[in-house]
């Protein structure tokens, strides 16, 4: 835990009590603030009092006294209209922050030289995150991870400058953390996202721009036509920036080229034809930041190439769970829409594609220019009648029911291929006990 000692003595406001504000809370009541802690929800505020602390209606409460609103990430603070509490603080003067500007104060305070990588973009920031992490790891970093990945950022260790935090930032932390100052910062991509809770695309892109306008080394991608911008206005302030691509291109000075990282300038390549976790375009791109920020922090290319190799990605995104003789078996189960499920069928050929669950709007069809990698599909769930009819015609598929029946059919007929790896794959969220089984068998039977 990282105790909140800068607001020692005061009277603190938060709203939300999940995951991230208990952990909030703990962090400020340790740090010796008093806090005011609230949630609208019931069943939060139960949970609150079963981990020790008592709830304070900030309704009646006096605004007056608060030196601060914390608000957790997933409470709206513009759009589609200010929550309540928001509305309080404002009328009171109290400034709204979230937790990832405690820790940013707390750094501040503690050791300002830390080293903090932070990380944002609208696609690739957890295994971005993940990687580089990994990649600091391998290299005989101290590394504390967290943030929107997964661990709340107050539940890591204090800053220190034998310690770097690896934090993913989601533009909601950022809106709410006006003094994060990053080491190095990355902006991976900017496509439309959350614009329910930011009213223009204008004005989502401009929250992610702030976390590398604020950094010692920015890290922007030019691969879509926002981050090219951004890269422009931060290099004609002076900022230092670093452009990212995920093909050869004369605007990026870290690329991918035939699967090799390459920076300008540079004598050393990563290949990542070594790096199995790490296939396809958009898992270039997320190398080459991953490259670009451990450089940026010393480590040697060689040490960089390491890691990589090793690297196992993460859990069911592409995650390669095994084989089974030649079959290859790939959980992508966080693939929930034709938009990230096309990332896994550009990557692989030979596909055995499990799929179904509920289809979401626009179902596979967006897919097609991608049905001739797929082999022969194996249908579950809710949504069989609507993905059958789109691939009437085009795709061999047959109906499982389950999918325990759609593994044990994807393999039969994977493992009769021709194909050098077939490749068996799987699109929506469900167990994957039966595929990590299999492969396991395979493995122990020295496949």
């Known amino acids: ?85 928001v509305d309080k603080a404002t009328n009171a003067g109290v400034a709204v922050i979230g937790d990832i500007e405690l820790y940013a104060r707390e750094r501040a305070a503690r050791a300002p ?52 935090h690896v934090v993913e930032c989601s533009t909601f932390q950022i809106d709410l953390a006006p003094s994060l100052k990053p080491t190095v910062g990355a902006l991976i991509n900017l ?20 976390l590398v306008a604020r950094s010692d080394v920015a890290l922007v991608g030019v691969d879509d036509d926002y981050c090219r911008a951004v890269a422009e206005r931060l290099g004609a302030a002076g900022r230092r ?30 290949d990542l034809r070594q790096a199995p976790a790490l296939r396809g ?40 769970v095994g084989r089974l003789g030649r079959v290859l078996f790939v959980n992508d189960s966080k693939a929930t829409n034709a938009d990230a499920a096309e990332k896994a069928l550009l990557s692989f050929n030979d596909i055995f594609w499990i799929l179904g669950g509920k289809a979401k709007a626009g179902g596979v069809e967006p897919l097609r220019p991608h049905f001739p990698r797929v082999a022969k599909a194996y249908l579950i769930g809710a949504a069989s009648d609507e993905f059958a009819r789109t691939l009437e015609g085009a795709v061999a598929f047959e109906r499982c029911g389950t999918l325990e029946n759609a593994v044990a059919a994807a393999a039969r007929d994977a493992l009769a291929s021709a194909a050098a ?24 039977s020295g496949r």
């Open 191 to 210: 496509t439309p996202d959350h614009l329910d809770r930011h009213g223009t695309m204008e004005n989502y892109a401009a929250i992610k721009e702030r």
């Open 113 to 164: 030289e830390a080293p903090l990588v932070a990380i944002t973009g609208t696609n690739g920031k957890s295994t971005t995150t993940a990687l580089i992490a990994h990649v600091l790891r391998e290299a005989g970093r101290d590394v504390a991870m967290g943030g929107n990945i997964g661990v709340p950022i107050l539940d890591l260790p204090p800053p220190a400058l034998s310690r770097v």
């Open 1 to 85: 835990m990282t105790p909140v000692e800068t607001f020692r003595g005061r009277r603190v406001a938060l709203f939300g009590l999940g995951g991230s504000g208990l952990s909030t809370l703990s962090a400020l009541v340790a740090g010796g603030a008093e806090v005011a802690a609230w949630d609208d929800d019931a069943k939060a505020r139960e949970r609150a009092v079963a981990a020790g602390f008592a709830p304070v209606d900030l309704a009646a409460a006096d605004w007056r006294g608060f030196a601060a609103l914390v608000l957790a990430p997933g409470v709206p603070l513009t759009h589609p209209k200010p929550h309540w509490t």
């Open 241 to 270: 920036v670093v452009t990212i691509s995920a093909v050869p291109s004369p605007l990026a000075d870290v690329w991918v080229e035939d699967r090799l990282v390459v920076a300008r300038g540079e004598p050393e390549r990563v």
């Open 421 to 444: 790896e077939p490749v068996a794959d799987r699109f929506r969220a469900l167990v994957a006990a039966r595929i990590a089984a299999a492969s396991e068998t395979g493995q122990r």
């Open 281 to 320: 375009v958009h898992n270039g791109q997320n190398a080459a930041f991953a490259f670009a920020a451990a450089r940026a922090l010393g480590v040697s290319g060689a040490e960089i190439a390491r890691a990589m190799a090793s690297f196992p990605g993460l859990a069911h995104r592409m995650e390669q």
